[in-house]
């Protein structure tokens, strides 16, 4: 059977001699090519009471709404990578607060990070993977239209721990 698109057919999947899980391994040497869980960095992004929120220019999802958030970069903190989508997706400069939380979405193999952030000035305008950008009151949150669970996760976190400074980051609801 042929490998995935982009693997080489000179690796295979096994369970390396001392692991427990299958790897791709290269039958030639040995070498064992891990794939690891990507990470996510975003942030819910607030100015004067409302939050900052990008329609989505690209698959999945395109069309529906979701906070600036995005695969982070190699060499960069998930501080500064949160940073970057936003600017990215929304043209916002933007100032980390705190962490407000951490998701494990097994399924697509990702964990999300996602911090409070507030706007450094109200100058904000679509990036090239958003149609739209907008600051939103609570009560006009698009909560149908959301892209992801995790938005809807977010957000919800985020209402809770409002005004407050000194809180644990939040994970996975529970089902």
Same mark, same amino acid.
């Given at each position: 059977?042929?490998n995935a698109?982009?693997?080489?057919d000179?690796?295979?999947?096994?369970?390396?001699e001392?692991d427990e899980?299958?790897?791709?391994?290269?039958?030639?040497c040995?070498?064992i090519?891990?794939?690891n869980?990507r990470i996510?960095a975003g942030?819910?992004?607030e100015?004067?009471?409302?939050i900052?929120?990008?329609k989505?220019?690209?698959?999945?999802q395109?069309?529906?709404?979701?906070i600036?958030a995005?695969f982070?970069e190699l060499? *960069?903190t =998930?501080e500064e990578?949160?940073?970057? /989508?936003t600017y &990215?997706e929304?043209?916002a400069?933007i100032r980390?607060?705190?962490?407000?939380a951490v998701?494990s979405?097994?399924h697509i193999?990702?964990v999300?990070?996602?911090?409070r952030?507030t706007? *450094?000035? =109200?100058e904000f305008?679509p990036g090239? /993977?958003?149609? &739209?950008?907008?600051?939103?009151?609570?009560?006009?949150?698009p909560?149908?239209d959301?892209?992801?669970p995790?938005?809807?996760?977010?957000?919800?976190?985020?209402r809770?721990?409002?005004?407050?400074?000194?809180?644990?980051p939040?994970?996975?609801?529970k089902?």
């Amino acid at each position: 059977m042929a490998n995935a698109p982009g693997i080489p057919d000179h690796f295979h999947r096994k369970v390396p001699e001392g692991d427990e899980r299958e790897r791709l391994v290269c039958k030639s040497c040995g070498f064992i090519h891990y794939e690891n869980p990507r990470i996510i960095a975003g942030a819910v992004v607030e100015h004067d009471g409302k939050i900052l929120l990008c329609k989505r220019a690209i698959y999945p999802q395109k069309g529906r709404w979701t906070i600036p958030a995005g695969f982070m970069e190699l060499g *960069e903190t =998930p501080e500064e990578g949160a940073i970057r /989508e936003t600017y &990215e997706e929304a043209t916002a400069r933007i100032r980390i607060t705190d962490l407000l939380a951490v998701y494990s979405v097994t399924h697509i193999s990702q964990v999300h990070m996602m911090y409070r952030a507030t706007l *450094e000035s =109200p100058e904000f305008s679509p990036g090239s /993977e958003s149609l &739209e950008v907008g600051l939103f009151a609570w009560d006009e949150i698009p909560w149908d239209d959301l892209a992801f669970p995790s938005v809807h996760w977010v957000l919800g976190h985020y209402r809770q721990v409002e005004g407050q400074t000194n809180f644990a980051p939040f994970t996975n609801p529970k089902p």
